[in-house]
């Protein structure tokens, strides 16, 4: 008894705790059960618990101590270390001590200083080093009693770690244990998805234990250890670094740990030394692809989501609920399959080809020009909603843009070049559209010449009870005109008038009776390229649709954007 009372003495010392209140962790369990619960007994504390998982902070370089004390010889001992961020060196020591107290048999201790002089100096007895980012243990079937020094250091960066130490390995079994065959296994790969399956751990099963798994997939590597996928998705969201021993905190770095500075000081109100050296910081960095899953007991999991042709690494912990102790299995890795790959449409030079696109679906399209060319023109008529329409020759990007109507594109040539056209469907509907390639002169094109603005304006003032004045623009090629008008409700929308219409629908799908007129129109100066129509026996107080069709020298029409006119009801 007073020798498990020195080794008390001495640790308490060497902690520099200054106060006799705290007493050393102990293995009663009733004693025990409430010292681990009371975390003002290990806050900040340097010494370990008895049978109780613990987690600590390494700054980078600094060395950390952690004390505990086997009170009876030939005591079976376990020490595991998990490292969380980085690798680490840890080195297990038994401290010597002089087994009696001097003071010429009087049982009385030695001065306190004496005998922390003593533990300082002697480095004690090295038992079991290790070095790297592996969880690894140390185990004693008997060890003498006495002080146990557990030195830990991480060279490369700050980091997290956690430590168990007990007394008792045969049965307390903190750690859920692994099935024989501990691999995780994919037993089903698909674009999106990938199924794993594992063999459930007899922890839960055999002993009776809360056990439940947890799944984490990134795309960087496996992880060997809860704590180092945690540490890893922590550090994705924290907003600055742990701040490094011996520097004092600004007002700065208070109000990124959630403090709101004072008006009267901020280092005033919280001891702050006048002569700061404040930290610099680093940006949030990037939202990771790792994330965490836990799944309960079931041992097959399917991870959804996920992206085509590209590697994931998964790994599954068992984790006792009750202790929160948690083992890895041994993890594995897959790539996810390629997208199915389409059959691409050839475009032949100067022909139109109609296009149809499932909703959200998505079509490629392929031009290779025969003969040497300076120029590619390129109409995309989209017949339904808009779509969205991508160009590269040879792999490098011309263009990328939303189409509704009819868009024609220049396109500089290359000799021998080849376009890919990719065409995105929208995700209201299904898309139809026309397509056209072609190197040749706008003359010889199926398709009518347009200009760049297909809108159709009408002049308010020139408005009647009876007719409405539009223009329109035009092109320098000789093209054939046709408008069309249709009486529809007051309230007719936009948004009807897109629903109801196809665009691709030439004037032969339109009424007689709704025909005003057809003509020819060019002019060599672009800038006079317009004309206008007065379009007369309309009623009062009205609301027409009026259409513009213009016909290409082959049959194929474009009509111009739609236009909503309404005749004055009172003249």
Same mark, same amino acid.
Not at 543 to 548: A, E, G, P, S
């Given at each position: 008894m007073r020798q498990c009372k020195g080794w008390s003495l001495v640790l308490l010392t060497l902690l520099g705790l200054g106060s006799w209140a705290q007493k050393l962790p102990t293995r009663d369990e009733e004693l025990f059960q409430m010292q681990i619960r009371d975390k003002a007994l290990f806050h900040d504390s340097s010494v370990i618990p008895d049978g109780a998982e613990i987690s600590g902070y390494l700054f980078r370089d600094t060395p950390k101590r952690y004390y505990f004390v086997v009170e009876e010889d030939n005591t079976p001992l376990s020490v595991t270390v998990t490292p969380c961020d980085a690798p680490l060196e840890w080195k297990l020591t038994l401290q010597e001590l002089p087994e009696e107290s001097s003071g010429e048999g009087s049982g009385q201790p030695e001065p306190l200083d004496q005998q922390k002089q003593q533990v300082t100096v002697?480095?004690?007895t090295e038992l079991f080093t290790y070095k790297?980012?592996?969880?690894?243990?140390?185990?004693a079937t008997s060890t003498p009693s006495g002080l146990y020094q557990l030195e830990l250091l991480s060279t490369e960066k700050d980091s997290n770690f956690k430590v168990y130490t007990t007394t008792t390995p045969e049965s307390d079994q903190p750690y859920p244990e692994l099935p024989y065959d501990p691999r995780v296994d994919v037993t089903s790969l698909g674009r999106t998805t990938v199924t794993l399956a594992w063999k459930p751990t007899p922890t839960g099963f055999l002993m009776g234990q809360p056990v439940q798994y947890c799944v984490v997939i990134n795309k960087e590597h496996n992880f060997k250890s809860m704590c180092a996928a945690e540490a890893k998705i922590s550090a994705d969201d924290a907003f600055m670094l742990a701040p490094k021993p011996v520097r004092d905190f600004s007002p700065f770095d208070f109000v990124h740990f959630g403090f709101v500075p004072s008006e009267n000081g901020f280092g005033k109100d919280r001891g702050l030394t006048s002569n700061k050296i404040s930290r610099p910081y680093l940006a949030k960095p990037k939202t990771s692809d790792i994330q965490k899953v836990c799944i309960g007991n079931k041992n097959i999991y399917t991870v959804s989501n996920l992206k085509p042709d590209t590697q994931y690494y998964f790994d599954v912990f068992a984790v006792n609920s009750a202790t929160n102790t948690s083992t890895a299995y041994v993890g594995t890795f897959a790539r996810t399959k390629e997208e199915a790959r389409q059959k691409t449409q050839e475009l032949k030079d100067g022909k139109v080809a109609d296009v149809f696109i499932k909703r959200k679906g998505t079509k490629f399209l392929r031009f290779a020009p025969v003969s040497s060319h300076q120029r590619v023109t390129l109409f995309v008529h989209s017949c339904l909603d808009a779509v969205q329409v991508q160009v590269r020759r040879d792999g490098k990007l011309l263009l990328s843009q939303n189409v509704e109507g009819v868009r024609q594109f220049q396109l500089r040539g290359k000799p021998k070049a080849k376009y890919q056209i990719r065409l995105r469907g929208s995700r209201k509907g299904a898309s139809t559209l026309k397509v056209l390639a072609t190197t040749r002169p706008s003359s010889k094109q199926p398709f009518p010449s347009l200009p760049e603005d297909t809108r159709i304006k009408a002049f308010d003032k020139l408005?009647?009870?009876s007719s409405v004045t539009v223009a329109w623009l035009g092109t320098q090629d000789r093209n054939k005109y046709c408008i069309y008008r249709k009486e529809v409700a007051e309230n007719y929308g936009e948004e009807q008038r897109r629903r109801e219409q196809n665009q691709c629908a030439g004037p032969e799908t339109r009424r007689k009776s709704e025909k005003v007129l057809c003509k020819y129109f060019h002019s060599p100066? &672009?800038? *006079?390229?317009?004309?206008?129509e007065t379009i007369t026996g309309l009623e009062p107080g009205k609301?027409?649709?009026?259409?513009?069709y213009v016909v290409g020298h082959s049959g194929h029409s474009v009509r111009y954007q739609s236009k &909503?006119? *309404?005749?004055?009801k009172y003249c």
């Open positions: 002697d480095e004690g790297g980012n592996d969880v690894e243990s140390y185990m408005r009647t009870c100066n &672009l800038q *006079k390229a317009v004309t206008t609301t027409y649709l009026l259409d513009v &909503l006119v *309404k005749t004055r």
